[in-house]
């Protein structure tokens, strides 16, 4: 079955105490992406990656680190989590850049930083 | 500023009356639109979206939207509401441009409950 898989789904963690939320799809996407999504705010984007080795910062970055060593995966990495980085996040990935392409996204995880 | 906006935290519905989720945007140049949906404990599915063509688009589940350049709304609508359409629903933007990043802005989204 063609998805985008996350893990964990539910994570609870204290602050400091580094992190990394996977994502990792089997549709030899190029695009991938992480957004957050908070009460009242919607979606934002964190990173995203055109292909491997290519990252880029989307709108709230800060706190974030991403790497893309393969095509299939795309790890979001807290280095010192902070209470407000308790969110729900989510990983999206489409073929390739283009609105013909839509987003697949993953099943979320629930992040909370105690 | 790129924005979207979807002015309704809520929408309440009588299972078999029409639903409207409205949504307006704000970017330059001509915009894709596009509509998904979150069920509970669940991730985005896509629902539909506007790249260029006729101004009314149909998508799944019976759902569709009309596209209003001069109004800069894309509405989502479906004739009859079913109970199992109660969802978060989010509008979403990609501004077209060259270079665009592939970003889609999504708005705050809008609960939608249908009533039995």
């Known amino acids: 079955e063609a998805q985008v898989t996350q893990n964990p789904r539910y994570l609870i963690t204290v602050t400091g105490k580094k992190l990394t939320v996977t994502c990792s799809q089997n549709?030899?996407?190029?695009?991938m992406s992480w957004y957050r999504q908070d009460p009242g705010l919607g979606l934002r984007q964190i990173y995203y990656s055109m292909n491997v080795e290519v990252t880029d910062k989307g709108d709230v970055p800060e706190g974030y680190k991403v790497s893309r060593k393969e095509k299939r995966n795309f790890p979001l990495i807290l280095e010192s989590p902070s209470p407000n980085q308790t969110s729900l996040y989510f990983c999206?990935?489409?073929?390739?850049?283009?609105?013909?392409?839509?987003?697949?996204f993953g099943s979320g995880t629930r992040l909370t930083v105690v | 500023a790129q924005s979207v906006a979807q002015p309704e935290d809520q929408v309440n519905v009588a299972e078999g009356n029409p639903l409207t989720v409205k949504c307006t945007y704000s970017v330059s140049g001509n915009p894709y639109l596009f509509w998904y949906v979150q069920y509970p404990n669940r991730g985005l599915q896509f629902l539909l979206k506007?790249?260029?063509?006729?101004?009314l688009v149909k998508g799944s589940y019976g759902f569709e939207a009309e596209f209003n350049k001069s109004q800069t709304s894309f509405h989502l609508k479906k004739p009859s509401a079913l109970v199992s359409d109660s969802a978060l629903y989010f509008c979403a933007v990609r501004p077209n441009y060259g270079g665009a990043t592939n970003k889609l802005i999504f708005g705050t989204g809008t609960l939608l409950a249908v009533q039995p």
């Open positions: 549709m030899n996407h190029e695009y």
């Open positions: 999206a990935s489409s073929l390739r850049r283009g609105p013909n392409y839509g987003y697949t």
């Open positions: 506007y790249i260029t063509g006729d101004n």
